[in-house]
């Protein structure tokens, strides 16, 4: 679905290394040593890709604003909290390993042996575009001012309490808690901006705010600056040619468009066409089967000059599900949302919907060791038995799974199961529709969505829970409307959200399911939950001592989550699908271990001309 970068958590985040405390690090991992130690490149890149040409892309929505880091407006693509195309961070994470990041704007960073601060030394020749270096009074802004001003820097790096310069180019980060092995460094994950411009006046004199939405373009740091803006249509990057880091090992062989032209579409059916045409869109990862299917027939993908091809990957599949906004009333029994579930029909829709290319995704840590399954056992049954009684007591006595319509008497079956759990929750039958016994008022539901298409995937599910006398209905909103409402959670359930996770799960699972992070606007607990059992099993995730105390955690969290039907899940796509004009050289070795890094990709500019020769008249 197209909402796949809307909520995606951070993925491969920066984890303690075996090096000992106070040791100046250049990478670290937790899952094992990374391979990766003083690279000079990723091994799948071409050290010698060309650079020049353009990238172009088609984008969905709108934009009304060039600053990512506040809740109000909506960005431009390639703007995005944690630096996207315009800023650096400290390290960068690693695009082959998960768990592993590497140096950025800082060469090397330390922490204290109880886990208490970290320290960062700073690559003395970081600049922003306009030649200033990058220093320690940048870093320290930027982390006191996003933790103020952006709800997920504020959830992110909620126990940093200080950021100080300890020594010459040298930033020091304290907590306020000791133990938690992670917090050293997720603090390489920091935007850092330039403080003097944003603190500073524009050509017309007037004082800047990073608090509020800005048209004008901001002084960056990173591989690409914003070379022009036409407001809610377009947004033009070019390549930095002296970017100060492009000989970063991280850099190498990758960064190869000289220019990415974002071109903003209102309907989907347009950017279909602006693909299938030529000119508009060079790469789609498609996410909709019936396009994957039986769609791609037109002349341009006849003739050869489109070309489809599937990557495999080995990042885990994100959890994409129907959110429940559990600050709604008629969501608050579990048993409601229990029995919603039950309604579900998955293997119709991926029968007559789905070509029978997807797969049900029944962890929020699917396709890893990270996903629960069975019943708890030894290290993760001793996490959960102190919670006993304020969990689900099914957790300890059922293996979760989903309902599964596999032969025509399954329907009846799994909806008369749903009939009798809402009875039991006090939803009855009356001329037809469920009404509270109590209150008399009906069960009502509206899905939210932000596309026309979403009736494809929303619709079979409400006329499903239509027979068991739910009135159900769906609301489709333009992308705007969309975001907005999705950021004050103005909604009763999502037609669908994806939410992504680390192979290396900590800090950021609060701002998806703590009690804290419930009522922020803007915060990934769309869900609204809020579970003292829950925020203790976050807290065990996020001071695991080892690997194995990580996984028997998150295993933990796994299954109570599930067993508390936060939302209905869905789908996922055990493959990346993609479709690209032949005019791109790329690596001959898988691409990472997310399956696709276009940034390895290149130009090749004798297929480009002839491309751009041939289909002149369509641009």
Known sequence: MRRITRFLLLAGLIVASPAAAGDWLTSSALIGKSRYENFERYDFVNPDAPKGGTLNDAVPGSFDSLNPFIVRGDPAV????FGGLLYDTLFQQSIDEPGVSHPLVAEAFRYADDYSSATYRLDPKARFHDGSPITAA???????????????YNKYFANIVSA??????????????????????????????????????DAAGKQRDITQPTLEIPLGSAAWRIASVD?????????????????????????????????????????WQAFAKGGFQDIRLENRSQKWATEYTFPAFTAGDVIKQEFEQHSGEPMQGYVFNLRRPQFADRRVRQALTLAFDFESMNRTLFYGLYARTDSFFEGGELASSGLPESAELAILEPLRGKIPDDVFTTPFTLPVYDKPEAT???????????????????????????????????????????????????????????????????????????????????????????QSP?????????????????SRNLFGIKDAAIDALIDRVIFAKDRDELIAATRAMDRVLLWNFILVPQWHNPKVWSARWNKFGMPDKPQGYQGVDIDSWWIDAEKEAALNAKYAGNQ
């Open 78 to 81: 390639g703007l995005s909290a």
């Open 138 to 152: 940048d870093v320290i802004w930027s982390y006191e001012t996003l933790k103020a001003n952006s709800p997920l």
């Open 164 to 201: 100080t310069e300890t020594a010459p180019g040298e930033v020091t980060f304290a907590f306020d808690q000791k133990g938690n092995r992670e917090l050293p460094h997720i603090v390489g994950d920091l935007a850092v901006l330039p403080k003097a411009w944003w603190t500073g006046k």
């Open 231 to 271: 407001v809610g249509k377009q947004i033009v990057w070019e390549r930095v040619k002296d970017y100060w880091a492009a000989s970063k090992p991280v850099h190498v062989g990758r960064i190869n468009f000289d220019r990415r032209v974002y071109r903003y579409f209102l309907d989907e059916n347009s950017r």
């Open 412 to 502: 009846r079956t799994h909806l008369r199961e749903a009939v009798r759990i809402l009875k039991e929750a006090g939803w009855t039958a009356k001329d037809g529709k469920l009404v509270n016994e109590k209150t008399g008022e009906p069960l009502r539901i509206e899905f939210l969505g932000d596309d026309p298409v979403d009736e494809r995937v929303a619709g079979p599910y409400v006329e499903s829970l239509k027979k068991i006398g739910v009135d159900a209905s769906l609301r489709v909103v333009d992308p705007a409307q969309y975001q907005a409402r999705v950021e004050t959670f103005d909604f009763d359930m999502m037609v669908g959200a994806v939410f992504a996770q680390s």
């Open 506 to 522: 900590g800090n950021e699972q609060r701002d998806f399911f703590s009690s804290a992070a419930a009522d922020t606007a803007g």
